[in-house]
């Protein structure tokens, strides 16, 4: 079903906080015509978050219109069960081809209540559906070969990093010829994939979602050629120059929670210092 790189737009606003699907519009096609092999719209990239389930069907239905069959289109969904099954209905209505289910976030769980949970969005429509594992949902080997056996589940994405686990699911649901088999497909979800592509590959996760292609389509395409070529110069050329700093600097403090950072560490220095020169004085 997918193969390449997936994009995954933004979803740009208006000044009045509306969706701007002239801006929106452009966006995919520029990132359709450099090479994505699939895009998914109003997912966490797209801040299905924060959208309401008009805007919601707005950003897909712009989405639909600028694939234009070329490529898939899958929209997300996800929240509290009556919004889930909501918006996978507006997905469909809006023309998607798929949808993407992310977490109930905030709501933790057993894995057979997030069975249940993606049963029933299922449920509320006739699309294809990858089921997103991260956060507050996470699915031990039979739960996840229960939802791989559901008829309208093609695909997990995988966003916890726990590779001993999904190792296990993956080899599990393969094997499992009720699930589809290798026909089912696995994705590399962790924040900026490119740093973990070659571990998920070693465990047969190929595909992945790419930010980077959102602004540096040319990068995130030279990447994923050199992985899938095995010229491991370019791959690792690519991921010492440009992938591995931009995630240090994803991972670095905003300037303000840094500054308060270092006062606070200045704070407990200055306080240290003046215990042992009171230890010195007694």
Not at 47 to 52: D, I, K, M
Not at 68 to 90: K, M, T, W
Not at 156 to 183: E, H, M, N, W
Request: hydrophobic share 45%; charged share 15%; net charge neutral.
């Amino acid at each position: 079903m997918f193969q390449g790189v997936l994009f995954f737009p933004a979803t740009p606003f208006a000044a009045d906080g509306s969706v701007d699907t002239a801006k929106l519009s452009t966006h995919l096609e520029s990132g359709i015509e450099a090479g994505a092999g699939g895009v998914f719209a109003a997912c966490g990239t797209g801040e299905f978050h924060a959208l309401g389930v008009q805007e919601f069907a707005s950003a897909v239905r712009t989405a639909v219109k600028a694939a234009g069959g070329r490529v898939p289109v899958f929209a997300g969904a996800g929240g509290s069960l009556p919004l889930a099954r909501q918006y996978a209905r507006a997905a469909q209505e809006a023309g998607a081809d798929g949808l993407l289910l992310m977490p109930p976030y905030l709501v933790a769980g057993p894995p057979a209540g997030l069975v249940a949970y993606v049963r029933q969005v299922v449920a509320a429509g006739s699309l294809p559906v990858i089921v997103y594992q991260r956060g507050t949902t996470r699915f031990d080997v039979a739960c996840a070969l229960e939802v791989a056996r559901l008829p309208q589940v093609v695909g997990l994405k995988d966003g916890t990093g726990d590779l001993d686990l999904l190792g296990r699911i993956v080899t599990a649901v393969r094997a499992d010829p009720a699930t589809g088999g290798s026909g089912f497909q696995f994705f590399n979800a962790m924040p900026t994939a490119a740093g973990t592509v070659l571990a998920y590959r070693g465990i047969g996760v190929g595909l992945n979602s790419s930010a980077v292609f959102c602004f540096a389509p040319e990068i995130a395409l030279a990447f994923h050629r050199a992985v899938t070529a095995g010229d491991d110069e370019v791959a690792q050329r690519l991921l010492a120059g440009f992938f591995h700093p931009l995630i240090a600097a994803l991972l670095r403090p905003p300037a303000r929670a840094h500054r308060e950072q270092t006062a606070q560490a200045d704070r407990e220095q200055t306080a240290q210092a003046d215990r042992e020169q009171m230890n010195r004085w007694r």
